[in-house]
């Protein structure tokens, strides 16, 4: 069955350094991949896609990578502030009206 | 751009009573329209979608339905809550293959 895994644990990073966080996936040949931020009580807001020809995506401190034949994204925050504190979600779909399918998310903390 | 309203915010009810949760959406047309259930400790779990009126698809069995009587109003119901159906109930616009706009969910729980 297809599967998306995300570190579950929450990751700690210190303010300033480079928060990377991990997905993983099986059974998916997907056409893209998003990353979306979720803060506690609130739905998730998009903030990157990268398409399957796309190796990387910046967007301001933001960074996606995208390897089809690993089976995996990497997403970087890049001079991390305690305000980036939140959870990550990637997201997969095939294209097409089906939803998309969510990771579990990785809980981030951007320590002062 | 699209706006989504989902409401109420925060519902309280007893099992056995029955659910009526509403989401509308503004500045799209036509657009590909779902639901998701968030529970504790989980991921988002994809429950409906609907890519026009009266389609309605469901990806999990469960207690839930749902409906779309118009092109940008999405209902999710029960006729009998469980203690089960409570979550973060998520309903979410997509506009064909694009990033999915969220709204700002309704947070369920069964007593």
């Known amino acids: 069955s297809q599967k998306i895994e995300q570190n579950s644990e929450a990751l700690n990073i210190q303010e300033g350094k480079t928060a990377t966080l991990t997905c993983n996936y099986t059974n998916y040949s997907p056409a893209y991949l998003q990353w979306y931020r979720q803060d506690p009580g609130r739905g998730p807001v998009f903030l990157l896609l990268?398409?399957?020809?796309?190796k990387e995506k910046r967007k301001e401190r933001l960074k996606v990578t995208f390897d089809t034949t690993l089976k995996q994204s990497l997403f970087h925050i890049t001079a991390s502030q305690p305000a980036d504190s939140a959870t990550y979600l990637c997201a997969l779909a095939g294209g097409g009206a089906d939803g998309l399918t969510f990771g579990k998310g990785t809980h981030l903390i951007i320590q002062p | 751009s699209q706006t989504i309203h989902q409401w109420p915010a925060t519902l309280v009810q007893p099992v056995g009573s029955p659910l009526s949760l509403e989401c509308t959406v503004e500045g799209t047309s036509n657009p590909n329209l779902y639901w998701y259930r968030q529970a504790a400790g989980r991921g988002l779990q994809l429950l409906f979608y609907?890519?026009?009126?009266?389609?309605i698809s469901s990806e999990v069995p469960q207690n839930l339905s749902a409906s779309r009587p118009q092109d940008r109003q999405f209902i999710l119901s029960s006729k009998k809550l469980l203690l089960s159906d409570s979550g973060f109930y998520l309903c979410a616009v997509r506009d064909r293959a694009t990033e999915a706009f969220f709204g700002q969910g309704t947070r369920l729980t069964v007593v």
């Open positions: 609907s890519v026009g009126i009266g389609q």
């Open positions: 990268i398409r399957e020809n796309e």
